[in-house]
């Protein structure tokens, strides 16, 4: 039985090239194709494949929520990208593995593969990023008195609002929302909102 793999990419030519790449490879066959996010997950139920070959910039549902929604439910999940700076919410979020799209075919063959067998395989461009963040463990991990702010903020609470519905003080509200501007690496707070829905630390 060959391995079932589907390719989630928004980029019509990437999708060929990729399905061109794994034509003829032994004990792999490309099942199907997604433009997005939510189309890789319709797709991954009908069609059971093994591994998702995920892109995480898609119009409508991202890549990094597709994987969410896939976590657990059966196929492995790869992700191939442009971008080197989402490998920690991507494995955070369940991706099995992490490369680039400037990846040679060998390697790619190799990680969709490994990943299947349960490795994690990333590309070496990336290794730093995530031992940078292994080293610096509190950044970007927001308390829950943070989280809670946050909530506030996002459903549109001022600071005033915020203190009375958490019952402290307005001042401790701007220092909470000062933490997550470190914590998130972002300067106000509508960034940081946008920041926490991309890193799954609000749902939408």
């Known amino acids: 039985m060959p391995l079932r793999l589907l390719i989630a990419d928004d980029h019509p030519i990437v999708r060929e090239g990729l399905r061109a790449a794994f034509d003829g490879e032994p004990g792999l066959e ?3 194709e997604a433009a997005d996010g939510d189309q890789a997950v319709r797709l991954a139920a009908e069609l059971v494949p093994d591994v998702v070959l995920m892109d995480l910039r898609m119009p409508g549902l991202d890549g990094l929520s597709a994987i969410r929604r896939l976590s657990g ?4 999940i790869l992700v191939l990208t442009t971008f080197d700076g989402d ?3 991507a494995l955070e979020a369940g991706a099995g593995g992490y490369l680039l ?3 040679p075919k060998e390697e790619l063959v190799r990680a969709v593969h490994a990943v299947h067998r349960g490795e994690t395989v990333l590309a070496p461009a990336v290794t730093g990023r995530l031992a940078d963040h292994l080293r610096r463990p509190a950044r970007g991990q927001l308390s829950k008195r943070e989280l809670e702010v946050l909530r ?4 549109g609470a001022t600071n005033k609002e915020a203190a009375a519905g958490l019952l402290i003080s307005e001042a401790s509200v701007k220092t909470h929302l000062l933490h997550i501007y470190a914590k998130l690496d972002v300067r106000d707070r509508a960034a940081a909102v946008g920041e926490a829905y991309r890193r799954g630390l609000l749902a939408r």
């Open 87 to 89: 490998v920690v919410p």
């Open 30 to 32: 490309v099942v199907g």
């Open 73 to 76: 439910t059966g196929p492995r």
């Open 101 to 103: 799209k400037d990846a």
């Open 152 to 155: 506030l903020v996002a459903g």
